[in-house]
């Protein structure tokens, strides 16, 4: 098992959370689709803090928004108008193009939780945007828990669409479970550590980590040796190379520029054949930054 650590981020916004990120890192860019892991709190909050992100773009990826505690409230420019609750997935797709803002609620105290990416496959990136939310019904069994919320595992299998072969699930061990999870071999696979004391098949894997196990695996021993609560992600290797800069995925730095372009024309003129903004935001949108000085690296 390969661990990746996590490095702390300032999340965009007028006042900065910061989260964990986990994935990109120079050394894995993808596991799976999953190309984006930021993993945040325990943090207390109140009205004046928080989750502030106003109306930006995305294209060319799913996000995948999936809470432990709090309330957060989310508006796209398709017209969706959802709260992502703990325990319940939201998937945007941003296709050929969306915005939307993310803010949590005024009657939030604590905010926990992950806020994931996906990056979509050649011949779906283009598709039309489009949101779902499924809450999971609980699977478990002696000293453990799970909710599948995107793909199959331990039985269950989510409902939600996705563009490529996934998984997404959050379990929960009780201290002193030892849990033989069936793995799909064709996956690779990555296990996030939210808390407790965890040994993946007998490694430790330390707090806020993330463990990768490489496809070929048929299944993977979880062991808690405190109460552990774990996000377990994976995918069939994702097989080509994005261009991932601020909010967009792309192919190439030319179309990621034109992205870039578009939003601002967007925020100039008021329209844009590929963006628009939410409806009744409370904030003005993000302008995106200057672009960067060299050319943008494929990877993957
Ligand atoms: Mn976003």
């Given at each position: ?17 910061n989260?964990?990120r986990?994935?990109p ?8 689709a999953?190309c984006?892991v930021?993993?945040?709190g325990?943090d ?20 995948v928004?999936?809470?432990?505690t ?7 420019s398709a017209?969706h ?6 325990g319940?997935v939201?998937?945007m797709t941003?296709?050929?193009g ?12 604590t ?12 011949g779906?990136?283009q598709v039309?945007?489009?949101f ?5 019904s609980?699977?478990?069994?002696g000293?453990?828990?799970a909710?599948?919320f995107?793909g199959?595992?331990?039985?269950d299998?989510s409902?939600v669409?996705?563009y ?5 699930a ?6 002193g479970t030892?849990?033989t999870?069936e793995?799909?071999p064709t996956y690779e696979?990555g296990i ?13 894997l330390?707090?806020?980590g993330l ?5 070929g695996a048929s299944q993977?021993v ?15 290797p ?13 192919r190439e ?8 372009a578009?939003?601002q024309h ?10 628009s903004?939410?409806q009744d935001?409370p904030l003005?949108a993000?302008?995106a930054p200057?672009?960067?000085h ?5 990877r993957?």
């Open positions: 098992m390969e661990i990746l650590t996590p490095r702390d981020v300032p999340l965009g916004g007028i006042r900065a959370m989260v964990r986990t994935l890192q120079r050394q894995r860019t993808l596991i799976g999953w984006f930021d993993h945040y325990p207390p909050v109140d009205p004046s803090s928080g989750m502030v992100v106003p109306p930006h773009p995305h294209t060319g990826l799913q996000t928004s999936w809470l432990f709090g309330e957060i409230e989310h508006r796209d017209g108008h959802a709260m992502v609750r703990p319940e939201n998937l941003a296709g050929r969306i915005s939307h803002s993310e803010y949590s609620t005024p009657g939030t105290t905010l926990h939780g992950a806020q994931l990416w996906l990056a979509l496959p050649d779906s990136r039309d945007p489009a779902e939310h499924y809450a999971p609980p699977i478990g069994g000293g453990w828990e909710r599948v995107l199959s595992l331990l039985g299998t409902p669409t996705t490529s072969p996934l998984l997404g959050e379990l929960r061990l009780r201290a030892t849990l999870v793995l799909d696979h996030l550590l939210d808390s407790g004391v965890l040994r993946v098949d007998g490694k430790p330390e707090r806020n463990g990768y196990l490489e496809p993977v979880l062991t808690a040796d405190e109460d552990a609560l774990l996000l377990a992600l994976g995918g069939t994702f097989g080509e190379q994005i261009v991932m800069w601020w909010n967009f995925i792309g730095h030319e179309e990621v520029a034109e992205y870039r578009q939003w967007l925020l100039e003129t008021g329209a844009d054949e590929r963006f903004l939410p935001d003005p993000l302008p200057e672009l960067p060299a050319r943008m690296v494929k993957g």
